[in-house]
């Protein structure tokens, strides 16, 4: 059975093609639940309204969790609030991009 653990770990792999970082460390993935029955809900964000690799992370995240085991269905929910921000990123990333 996946946890919301796991599947952050699993997410891991998927990178922002703009900015060649995981989506987990740059801070777009805001929550991640799954039931008993193996239906995953992510709540996420981009790093603006207008991200032109937007529907490519989708597509990559919804790929990446429904490969997982035990995973019956993905629902994929693009939030605007909290605003991304660069605070949002790791601090060991953000210290990386010389925030």
Known sequence: MQTP???RKALRGVK???LNLNIIDIGLVY???INEQGEVKVQMTLTSPACPAGPEIVGDVKRCIED???VTSVEIEIV???Y???EKMDPRVRAFLGG
Do not use: A, N, R
């Open 5 to 7: 653990e796991t599947i």
């Open 16 to 18: 922002d093609p703009e």
């Open 31 to 33: 929550e991640v639940t």
């Open 68 to 70: 997982l085991e035990g």
């Open 80 to 82: 605007w609030e909290p």
């Open 84 to 86: 991304w921000t660069p």
